[in-house]
T-cell receptor
Framework: KQEVTQIPAALSVPEGENLVLNCSFT??????LQWFRQDPGKGLTSLLL?????REQTSGRLNASLDKSSGRSTLYIAASQPGDSATYLC???????????FGTGTRLTIIP | EAGVAQSPRYKIIEKRQSVAFWCNPI?????LYWYQQILGQGPKLLIQ????????DSQLPKDRFSAERLKGVDSTLKIQPAKLEDSAVYLC??????????????FGPGTRLTVL
């Protein structure tokens, strides 16, 4: 059974700093790995999707890496802004039905 | 492009009552998912449809939860009877189809259920 862990559970950093969010998973036989953002009272928004054969993906100030052998992914956010404040969720898709298993998230607060 | 629509947005019921949630996926999306998100946790998949067939319902509490997807478009999720531990946000998501590793899931705003 796939298990996904995100550490830390909460993080506060001053505006402008670069930061890294961590995700680990127990079963390396994954279909893809996705990072989502969740704002209070709202649904999830997809940020980045890394296919099983890829090592990283980039979108603007965001960069996500994937190391299947160690069961880890990181989300790097450059030059953080107050608008980046949200909960960030990592999810791993399984082969076959592509079922997503989510971590519990990291609640990020950017201090102006 | 319209997103995933869900209704109602909020629902408060007494335990042992029944409740139903509705979801309209993005047009053309064959795959539909219902997730349960308890406060402080990540979403947990309850049921997954491909068109109007069930792909995975292994984590659906079938003694009280049911779901259907009529004509492979809209879907309803029902709880009967509700328990206190069913208090959560119920999220609906859709994606184009299975077998496309580049496809992400698009989520609706969710229905927040409170069971008293």
């Amino acid at each position: 059974k796939q298990e996904v862990t995100q550490i830390p559970a909460a993080l506060s950093v001053p505006e402008g700093e670069n930061l890294v969010l961590n995700c680990s998973f127990t079963d390396s036989a994954i279909y893809n790995l996705q990072w989502f953002r969740q704002d209070p009272g709202k649904g999830l928004t997809s940020l980045l999707l890394i296919q099983s054969s890829q090592r990283e993906q980039t979108s603007g100030r965001l960069n996500a890496s994937l190391d299947k052998s160690s069961g880890r992914s990181t989300l790097y956010i450059a030059a953080s802004q107050p608008g980046d404040s949200a909960t960030y969720l990592c999810a791993v898709a399984s082969w076959g039905n592509e079922k997503l298993t989510f971590g519990t998230g990291t609640r990020l607060t950017i201090i102006p | 492009e319209a997103g995933v629509a869900q209704s109602p947005r909020y629902k408060i019921i007494e335990k042992r009552q029944s409740v139903a949630f509705w979801c309209n996926p993005i047009s053309g999306h064959a795959t539909l998912y219902w997730y349960q998100q308890i406060l402080g946790q990540g979403p947990k998949l309850l049921i997954q449809f491909q068109n109007n067939g069930v792909v995975d319902d292994s984590q659906l509490p079938k003694d009280r939860f049911s779901a259907e997807r009529l004509k492979g478009v809209d879907s309803t999720l029902k709880i009967q009877p509700a328990k206190l531990e069913d208090s959560a946000v119920y999220l609906c998501a859709s994606s184009l189809e299975l077998g496309r590793s580049t496809d992400t899931q698009y989520f609706g705003p969710g229905t927040r259920l409170t069971v008293l």
